[in-house]
């Protein structure tokens, strides 16, 4: 189904799978770089990810029966489009650690599977596109984007987020194309005022093949309350990230590993309910 539309059934695993994995395909083009890539390389990263299975086989004596419910679990991952999903929950945060170790400025954090690229330019303050009724604490936050020596820069920060449910739009069925989707550009100044809600935590879904591995395995398939960025200026390395809310119960075991402490936002309730939260980014110029 094309992700523009607006099915009106429940969210299912399948359904944001297939949405997730349709979006990686229409914005990457994930073959390119590996038809570039040297044979020794791919020898390497293949034997060693090899090697390491044929080893955890042996320690543990793995069986047949083990070995086909493997094989079973694999195919069904790709038959409902879990991949985006399994790969950004437990692989993309060391991926992430490994290509940002270099940087001065902000930690970034895993882009996760909901990015939708050219969201609407609500200029350098704005409110997200919502519903009329949507439900949440709202919140402004106030920030500037700066170099690594201070200096602010022109620049673009993207916001996507879940909604007080947990559901991204055009992954869950039912919520509008561009619901808690938008991109603020900055002047020379760097400033940025930007007005949402807080999103709930999001639960990522059990009905489908990774949500039977954490059942299998007894873990918990919660991610913190988080708000998604690409932060971009000219001249400047892309950062993305992620920002948290202190006190939630998942910052210390976030599913998808996710979490730095200088990720977590520091909100001020107001008298209206509402909440007030400062938070600047700092870019890293790009490499030459
Ligand atoms: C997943 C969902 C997210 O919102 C996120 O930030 C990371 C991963 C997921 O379902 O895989
Ligand atoms: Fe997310």
């Known amino acids: 189904m094309p992700i523009t ?52 086989i042996r320690r543990h ?30 692989v993309e945060h060391v991926i992430e650690d490994v290509a940002t170790d270099h940087r001065a400025g902000n930690k970034g954090s895993i882009e996760g599977p909901y990015y939708v690229p050219d969201s609407p330019d609500l200029g350098a303050k704005g409110t997200l596109p919502m519903r009329d009724d949507e439900a949440g604490t709202p919140l402004v936050w106030r920030g500037r ?19 007080a449910e947990g559901f991204y739009s055009q ?12 991109s603020f550009s900055t002047g020379p100044d760097g400033v940025f005022e930007i007005t949402t809600i807080r999103p709930a935590p ?36 892309q950062l993305t ?12 075991d976030d599913i998808a590993s996710a979490v730095k402490p200088e990720l977590i936002l520091d909100p001020v309730p107001q008298p209206d309910g509402s909440q007030e939260v400062r938070y600047d980014f700092t870019l890293d110029p790009e490499r030459g």
């Open 61 to 90: 004596r793995v069986s047949y029966d083990e070995y086909n419910a493997l094989k079973a679990w694999l195919i069904g991952v790709g038959a409902d489009g879990e991949w985006p999903l399994f790969l950004d929950v437990w």
């Open 202 to 237: 999001y639960m990522i879904p059990t009905d489908g093949p990774c949500g039977k591995l954490i059942a299998a395995a007894g873990w918990h398939a919660w991610r913190p309350a988080h708000l998604h960025v690409k932060v971009s200026a000219p001249g400047h390395e």
């Open 5 to 56: 539309e607006q099915p009106t059934e429940v969210a299912t695993a399948a359904a944001s799978g297939a949405s997730a994995t349709e979006r990686f395909h229409t914005d990457k083009s994930p073959y390119t770089a590996v038809k570039d890539t040297p044979a020794e390389r791919v020898n390497l990263l293949a034997r060693e990810v090899l090697d390491a299975v044929h080893a955890t």
């Open 171 to 182: 992954f869950a069925p039912g919520i509008p194309q561009w619901n808690l989707r938008g």
């Open 145 to 163: 984007i700066t170099d690594t020596n201070g200096a602010p820069l022109s620049g673009k920060v993207e916001l996507w987020h879940a909604d």
């Open 241 to 252: 990230a992620q920002l948290y809310f202190p006190g939630d119960e998942h910052n210390d």
